[in-house]
């Protein structure tokens, strides 16, 4: 019906407004971002040579037409580890990401809504969480089960689940002291579905900002972990890994093993914090 | 005389301070039948919206209430949190003061409208949607349908207040409080407001509890007034004997210091600011601005007592009746 039509219509602009709205800067990240997560997406078909093809005759060679960046010490292609190496990288960023942004919208909005005793309770054991770096609380589950991507990334989302939770709770606590908020009250309706209907969404922008920017810190301590050798093994494509294998590399004059995963590393970190933050500060703006 | 539909009993109340507990509400008595309108006057701070919320249970964590609410006989203040939300949902709507704060800015006025239909009474959508639609056309919305889909940023203060007048109609309440609903809007809103509330009320025979700072408008749409200052209502009458011959120094004082249109009279200030009811005096919290007090009104506070008309508290009610009325006679002009 027209009510349908004319609320698609203004999503669509507002979807529209939001993405072009940014300055170049935030287009030029995004952009990038989405290059490097259709590379990984699409690493089967853009990837010229197997991601674990050797060919030891091929070691060590420079950027050439058959091999974009080069080879490493077993003649793997770099450019097409370097596309699947975004793979797992990326999926368990995100995964930390969306696990730490769930479980701390969960807790901090209880926290914000019960108040009183809960909220304090939360509050001092996310204040105890804090105390412990995330890297190490994940080397510590790395110790109890062993290396690979499942332990460290539940690890780092239990983490990062304080940093999203804090945030959140006190831009709930402020929310939930708003005017509408009573008029939901005053409707008759439950606690659970005011904060999920009006609460919630009322959460997401300063959510988004936030989740944008821990993202990028997800990518750093899974890159750091791998590289530590504590993540996914070899011979699987790893960002992290690809540099830590690369090091032999760098001594003997071949640095593109571990030049170009931390070149990207880099890269795709700074689009992320950058967008992230002027989305933060474009928010701040128009508020 | 039947039962009435709002019923307060000495409701008294306390809110949590830095310390402990800071009395706000004292012994407020008064009651509404179906299908009047009852309005509540005073000024900021006098205690008539935490009145209006006390109805509806809607008070900050840790405040201690006493006395009682019943709504239908029934006491609201010790409801099972489910029957509140039921009564919440099907017998009580307020109207409040600041429509842009009060409505949620993230979703749709459409849903806004009909989401208690939907969630609480089961209502398909697009029965409620077109119930949404026949209300907002009924109190002069115009291009209705396209209204459910815009944000609450894209209307006018005057439109939002009436979006939320139809949000509380659309549940069809039996008591509608209005607190202060039109002091956002410009005098011609305010006008269209007013009268579409006495519409409603004489259409649908709900109960108004009308709160206002506006003497005149509380006179214009309410059978009866109840005074309010410092936490207690110091007065209830008709609206009408409420300006001719009010009964309280405080009301008389009030209808004195209001300009008049016709008469070249400059208006009497009342000397001194309100309190707080923490703050008040132990005798009438009234005692230390009235022009009429005596030893007798620093001793103790009065209560609201019923006398021929209307309801005062006041010692000396009856003695200073007759000037009270001439006060009332030369503010008119």
Redesign the interface.
């Known amino acids: 019906?027209?009510?349908?039509l004319?609320?698609r219509r203004?999503t669509t602009a507002r979807v529209r407004r939001s993405f072009a709205g940014g300055d170049w800067i935030s287009r030029a990240c995004v952009g990038f971002l989405v290059l490097v997560v259709l590379g990984a997406v699409l690493a089967p078909l853009l990837a010229p040579y197997g991601p674990n093809q050797i060919n030891l005759a091929a070691a060590y060679q420079g950027l050439s037409s058959q091999h974009l960046l080069g080879t490493d010490d077993l003649g793997r292609d770099i450019f097409s580890r370097l596309l699947y190496g975004a793979r797992l990288p990326l999926l368990g960023a995100g995964l930390i990401d969306g696990i730490a942004t769930a479980l701390g919208l969960a807790v901090a909005t209880t926290a914000a809504w019960v108040?009183?005793w809960l909220d304090a309770v939360v509050s001092r054991t996310l204040d105890v969480l804090f105390a412990f770096p995330g890297l190490l609380l994940a080397i510590l589950a790395v110790a109890l089960f062993g290396p690979g991507f499942v332990a460290p990334v539940i690890a780092l989302a239990i983490a990062y689940t304080p940093y999203m939770a804090r945030l959140i709770r006190s831009v709930a606590i402020r929310e939930r002291s708003?005017?509408?908020i009573?008029?939901?009250?005053?409707?008759?309706?439950?606690g659970a579905?005011i904060c999920v209907?009006?609460l919630l969404?009322?959460l997401l922008p300063f959510v988004v900002v936030q989740a944008t920017v821990s993202f990028g810190y997800a990518l750093i301590d899974l890159a750091s972990l791998s590289f530590l050798g504590l993540g996914v093994q070899p011979p699987a494509a790893d960002w992290g890994l690809m540099i830590s294998e690369g090091e032999p590399g760098i001594l003997a004059h071949h640095p593109a093993e571990a030049l170009f995963p931390g070149l990207m590393i880099i890269l795709t970190v700074t689009a992320l914090v950058t967008f992230g933050e002027r989305r933060g500060a474009l928010r701040s703006r128009l508020r | 005389m039947k039962d009435p539909l709002l019923r307060l009993q000495e409701l008294c109340l306390w809110l949590p301070v830095k310390g402990g507990l800071a009395p706000i509400l004292e012994d407020v008595n008064f009651t509404i039948h179906r299908g009047e309108a009852f309005g509540l006057v005073g000024e900021s701070g006098s205690g008539k919206s935490m009145t209006a919320r006390c109805i509806?249970r809607?008070l900050p964590?840790g405040a201690k209430v006493t006395g009682d609410v019943l709504l239908e006989g029934v006491s609201t203040l010790s409801l099972t949190?489910r029957d509140?939300?039921?009564?919440?949902?099907?017998k009580?709507?307020?109207i409040?003061q600041?429509p842009r704060?009060?409505?949620?800015?993230?979703?749709?006025v459409?849903d806004y409208l009909t989401?208690?239909l939907v969630?609480?009474r089961g209502v398909e959508q697009d029965v409620a949607?077109r119930r949404a639609i026949e209300i907002l056309e009924t109190i002069g919305v115009t291009a209705a349908?396209?209204r459910?889909?815009q944000y609450p940023h894209e209307m006018s203060g005057g439109l939002l207040q009436r979006i939320m007048i139809a949000?509380a109609l659309l549940v069809e309440p039996e008591l509608l409080i209005a607190d202060e609903p039109t002091t956002a809007l410009d005098v011609t809103t305010q006008a269209d407001v007013v009268a579409l509330l006495d519409d409603m009320r004489r259409d649908r025979g709900l109960a108004l509890l009308f709160i206002t700072h506006d003497l005149e408008l509380a006179a214009a749409i309410c059978d009866r007034t109840g005074v309010m200052y410092a936490g207690t209502i110091v007065e209830v009458q008709t609206s009408a004997m409420l300006h001719q011959r009010p009964l309280h120094p405080y009301t008389a004082a009030l209808l004195a210091a209001r300009p008049s249109l016709t008469a070249q009279v400059r208006p009497v200030t009342i000397s001194g600011s309100p309190v707080a009811l923490a703050d008040a005096p132990a005798g009438c919290t009234f005692a230390p601005r009235c022009a009429y007090q005596d030893s007798r009104c620093r001793l103790e506070r009065p209560t609201l007592r019923e006398g021929g008309v209307g309801s005062v508290a006041c010692v000396r009610a009856h003695e200073i009746a007759s000037q009270l009325a001439v006060v009332a006679e030369s503010a008119r002009g």
């Open positions: 019906m027209t009510v349908g004319a609320s203004a108040g009183g708003k005017p509408y009573d008029a939901c009250s005053v409707q008759g309706w439950s579905w209907r009006h969404p009322n | 509806s809607l964590r949190p509140l939300r039921a009564v919440r949902s099907s009580v709507q307020i409040f600041d704060a009060h409505i949620n800015p993230v979703r749709r459409g989401e208690v969630t609480e949607n349908s396209t459910l889909a949000a």
